[in-house]
């Protein structure tokens, strides 16, 4: 038998358990809190489970989903079998939701709104709009017909032919069906000004991305992005031109298809072309309609700022150095770890400051501090933001909260006075204020289903200006000792709020012309004129009216204004104060202007402009004589019905949640595979409760020609921390020596404890195990190896293990290899007589890789291992060395669903497979990796494209040395060590729109034992030419 055969029984033996465990573990699903006590609210059509702090969100989860079934149902003409599962928790600052058909229908939220500057800012109703668009997910993805319906019906649902779709389609059509949320006007994200600017650049600045870039995993930005806002234009131009019947019917097309990428033949029969053709034609009208608006905005004089910097991508909040000479701003770009970065006022990059992950809002204190809010893992089930107080000049930072889940914050002109937003349980915000130098946070406002944002103290710290979100508005407020006014109060968006140097000015971002534009409040002026005429496009063109030349800066906020044009109270809400002032608009941008920053000599406005490439920073000159009265917010779309009902209705009953309710084996499958004696056949079965606090895989089998039967149960618990994995099996294998029995391999029970560390930057996993196992020969007596001794013996062991991973490796988005950090591993794992069993024995192994990125992408992975082993367990020396692993094709196609870290095998390239055995292992490895090509070529929206080459150099060096027979361990000398090298040509694909990976063609050559006094001959040395799949170091 080959040495390769036993990891081809374990490869059997392992891919329909993982193919479970995938099925019961839905994408980005992570596992909530142990301590969470969970509830569950019944209705018609759903189930909602929910957590304490929650109760009020989750009636309105409850009410919104049963408003979606209703309207959704009829427009796509499907719905669910049986009801669905939503899970809602508060374990993330970021809005987001996840849906998912298999195992059964289960959708997961976010209990948190949207934030500010996104495009999902505007939804009148941020709950309905979630649990729309995920639902639309569920009634797409559950629509299962025809044949794959019929085999759903004899093995349990596991075929869902449009979960195979790629994201433009799966997500384009959810964003379409936003709107009905708003009442089936246009609304939602094809309604959004933000995703109005992304596909006009895409538009305009072209070329316009091609179908096979769309249907993959795009560099082009906003990258993730593109699939929700071009496939929500995409089924909008399909609506159009077909009518929303042809969707609903296409939607039920496509759950039929056996093979699930028959797209073309689709979109011939419901819309009449070619998906290729069609996508043409959209590309065409989404010129046109780029064309058109910024036609309209080129009515007036453009504005031609001057760029401060070019990096694109995520380049936002901008805040001057108290004296003016730069500005410090948050990078999150593709090229390098996210963090603060220092640009000059004429634009010149004073590079990076300090590491920030996520969030990157933040209020310069001085030169050389800031208050930044960043995003990690918090007590490790939950991604909050949270303040910190960063040294600009050493990247060093101390910790202003834990857990507190603060964004936004802002200091007073003492430098002390600390304000900013936190978010609460149940979807709620506040505005908070402290001190720096020490004392509790205050909540300075608050009240129930108000959003909250961007506040500002004004330079005399009396005032606080925010943006603050009701009703489906979104508009700025001042308040000052407990009295709140507002600045607008319309239907436009209104962001990012700021402050002249003296007080009289408000600067602001709004969409209220269809455009993102910089804005400005100058309270208390009066208007010199009440026209709203919108100036002729020529280059002479002068505003309508011209601001006073000095503002106002003793304004009282909480004043009561009068109905003038001068604040377009046309819109104004009952009840409502106003803030008395004028409104001009500063800029006319082609694009979009956002978070606007007054220099403090007020002759510089810098803000975040916006291009093809992504956000980056401008600025102009604050030129008032260039100022114009705005024109008239546009009107939003209404929602529905308006007008609530006389009495909130009951709240739903809850109770405590069940496990048992979902937790039932989901289905079952044939398994063909291979024992030790030859072919087996076998059913696979598992199941998971929707929290994923019980998951299990069962299989057993039967050896045609081991005439022996095997099973494999795995259970792990998430409703412990540390994680918990219970497991029994028993196999039957072959044993080692001069003749080959057959071999029962029983575990008759494992256990292990998971312990992790997480954080955003960086993870470490360490996992504590125990079995009980029993070797036995099945069938004969074991034979004697050349020195007498028996190579294999009959035995018991109670076995300890102890496995460590930790990594902070990191690639971008344009790497080909991780190109900073280190992957470390330490495996330990013993038996002893004393413990129980017949066998002692034990082992270790370390491993170390360090990446280093050399400029241009190009990266050095350097790695090193050993392992050592006292004794054997059956006979069986425990380390192998020699050749290229083979790939884990099964962990690879799981990778982007299971998550977790792969720690590279030991490699010895040049050398046949396992060729070396012993007691000690030696291996280190050097590869350099290059780019070679950016290509991101397919054939349509065929599923599988060729996104670029890349290459790699590599010297391998490695030995194993068996145990003498006295016993003992040693390693061997280095003259002894055995040398490889070679070079691999790589393609990176994507595979079926999402599995991304490495398709590597490589030729090796073994070198011999170079250490050696005359180099001699190695016979086991040899030239490899070898194809494989996935990483290599």
Do not use: C
Not at 351 to 366: C, F, I
Not at 887 to 893: N, S
Not at 911 to 923: A, D, F, I, R
Request: proline share 7%.
């Amino acid at each position: 038998m080959s040495l390769a055969r036993p990891r081809a029984l374990a490869l059997a033996r392992l891919a329909p358990g993982l193919l479970a465990l995938a099925l019961a573990a839905p994408a980005a699903a992570q596992p909530y809190a142990p301590g969470l006590r969970f509830r569950t609210i019944a209705t018609e059509h759903f189930r909602v489970h929910f957590h304490q702090g929650e109760e009020a969100l989750a009636q309105r989860v409850a009410a919104a989903a049963e408003r979606a079934h209703a309207l959704l149902v009829p427009a796509l003409a499907a719905a669910p079998r049986g009801g669905t599962e939503i899970v809602l928790s508060d374990d993330a600052d970021d809005a987001n939701g996840s849906a998912t058909p298999l195992p059964y229908a289960t959708i997961r939220l976010y209990a948190v709104p949207p934030a500010p500057r996104s495009e999902l800012d505007d939804e009148r109703d941020w709950v309905e709009a979630l649990v729309t668009h995920e639902y639309v997910h569920i009634l797409h993805l559950d629509t299962i017909e025809g044949l794959p319906r019929a085999l759903n019906e004899v093995f349990g649902k596991l075929w869902a032919p449009s979960g195979f779709a790629p994201s433009l389609l799966v997500e384009g059509l959810a964003v379409l069906h936003e709107a009905d949320a708003e009442g089936g006007a246009d609304g939602g994200r094809n309604a959004n000004a933000i995703f109005d600017m992304y596909a006009r650049a895409l538009a305009l600045e072209g070329p316009f991305p091609r179908l096979e870039q769309a249907v993959a995993q795009p560099f082009l930005w906003p990258r993730g992005n593109l699939a929700y806002l071009l496939g929500g234009r995409f089924f909008a131009f399909l609506r159009e031109r077909s009518g929303p019947a042809a969707i609903a019917a296409f939607v039920k097309d496509q759950g039929s298809q056996l093979w699930p990428y028959r797209f073309d033949t689709l979109f011939e029969r419901h819309f009449g072309a070619d998906l290729p053709a069609l996508w043409a034609a959209f590309g065409e009208a989404l010129r046109a309609q780029a064309l058109a608006e910024l036609a309209e905005v080129r009515r007036a004089p453009v504005t031609a700022p001057a760029p401060l910097t070019r990096r694109g991508s995520t380049v936002l909040h901008p805040r001057w150095l108290p004296d003016g000479s730069g500005l410090v701003y948050f990078d999150a770009g593709t090229e390098e770890r996210p963090g603060l970065r220092l640009v000059s006022r004429d634009g010149r990059d004073a590079g990076r400051l300090a590491h920030v992950e996520g969030n990157g809002t933040l209020a310069v204190r001085s030169a050389r501090e800031a208050v930044v809010a960043a995003t990690d893992v918090w007590r490790e089930f939950a991604t909050y933001d949270d303040l910190r107080l960063v040294d600009l000049t050493t990247g060093r930072w101390r910790a202003l909260g834990d857990g507190e889940r603060a964004t936004d914050p802002d200091l007073g002109p003492d430098g002390d006075t600390l304000v900013y937003a936190v978010h609460l349980p149940g979807g709620e915000m506040a505005l908070r204020r402290r001190r720096l130098s020490g004392g509790p946070a205050e909540t300075i406002f608050q009240r129930p289903g108000v959003q909250v944002g961007a506040p500002r103290i004004s330079p005399d710290g009396r005032r606080i200006a925010f943006e603050l979100a009701e009703a489906g508005r979104r508009d700025v407020a001042v308040w000052e000792d407990g009295e709140l006014a507002f600045v607008t109060d319309d239907d436009a968006i209104d962001l990012g709020p700021a402050w002249a140097a003296d007080g009289g000015i408000l600067y602001f971002a709004s969409e209220r012309s269809g455009v993102y534009d910089v804005y400005a409040f100058e309270l208390g002026a009066t208007s010199t004129s009440t026209s709203t005429a919108t100036p002729t496009a020529t280059p002479t063109a002068t505003p309508t009216a011209t601001p006073t030349a000095t503002s106002t800066a003793t304004a009282t906020a909480t004043a009561t204004s009068t109905a003038t044009a001068d604040v377009d109270s046309t819109a104004t809400a009952p009840g409502r104060r106003r803030v008395p002032g004028r409104l001009w608009q500063v800029t006319n941008v082609e694009l979009g202007a956002f978070e606007p920053q007054p220099s403090p000599d007020g002759a510089t406005l810098a803000f975040v402009s916006y291009s093809r490439r992504g956000y980056d920073l401008a600025s102009i000159p604050l030129d008032r004589s260039t100022w114009r009265d705005p024109a008239p917010a546009r009107p939003r779309p209404l929602r529905g019905p308006e007008a609530p009902s006389a009495a909130a209705p009951a709240p739903l009953p809850d109770r405590p949640y069940r496990a048992l309710d979902t937790a039932w084996p989901t289905f079952w499958l044939p398994v063909l595979g291979i024992d030790g004696g030859g072919s087996t056949l076998g059913v696979l079965t598992g199941g998971s409760d929707v929290l994923l606090r019980h998951v299990y895989v069962a299989q057993g089998w039967y050896g045609f020609s081991s005439r022996e039967a095997g099973y494999d149960v795995a259970y792990v618990g998430s409703w412990l921390y540390p994680r918990l994995t219970l497991g029994s099996s028993r196999y039957v294998g072959t044993t080692p020596g001069l003749r080959e029995l057959l071999e029962e391999d029983w575990v008759p029970l494992s256990a292990g404890l998971t312990f992790t560390d997480t954080h955003l930057d960086r993870a470490a996993a360490l996992t504590l195990g125990w079995r009980a196992r029993r070797l036995r020969a099945l069938g004969g007596t074991p034979v004697l190896d050349e020195a007498g001794v028996a190579a294999y013996r009959d035995g018991t062991a109670s076995e300890w293990s102890a496995r460590l991973v930790a990594t902070d490796a990191r690639r971008f988005v344009s790497s080909i290899s991780p190109e900073e950090g280190r992957l470390a591993s330490l495996t330990l794992r013993g038996a002893d007589q004393a413990l129980g069993g017949s066998f002692t024995y034990a082992s270790a192994h370390a491993s170390l890789t360090q990446y280093l990125g050399l400029g241009g992408h190009v990266a050095l992975a350097v790695r090193g291992a050993l392992g050592i082993a006292r004794g054997t367990v059956g006979g069986r020396q425990p380390f192998t060395l020699g050749g290229v692993p083979s790939p884990d094709v099964v962990g690879l196609a799981l990778q982007p669903i299971l998550g977790g870290v792969v720690v590279p095998g030991d490699t010895l390239r040049g050398y046949p497979g396992g060729v070396l055995v012993g007691s000690t292992v030696e291996n280190a490895n050097l590869e350099l990796r290059f780019p070679l090509a950016t290509l991101e070529h397919g054939h349509a929206a065929w599923p599988l494209q060729l996104r670029r080459l890349h290459g790699a150099l590599f010297v391998d060096a490695g030995n194993a040395v068996p145990a003498p027979p006295s016993g003992g361990a040693g390693f061997g000398a280095l003259r002894d060590l055995r040398f490889g090298a070679g070079g691999e040509l790589r393609a990176e694909v994507v595979l079926g729109y999402y599995l991304r990976t490495d398709l590597r063609l490589g030729v090796a050559r073994g070198l011999g034992r170079l250490l050696a006094a005359g180099a001699p001959s190695d016979g086991l040395a040899g030239t490899q030419v070898y194809l494989t799949l996935g990483p290599s170091l």
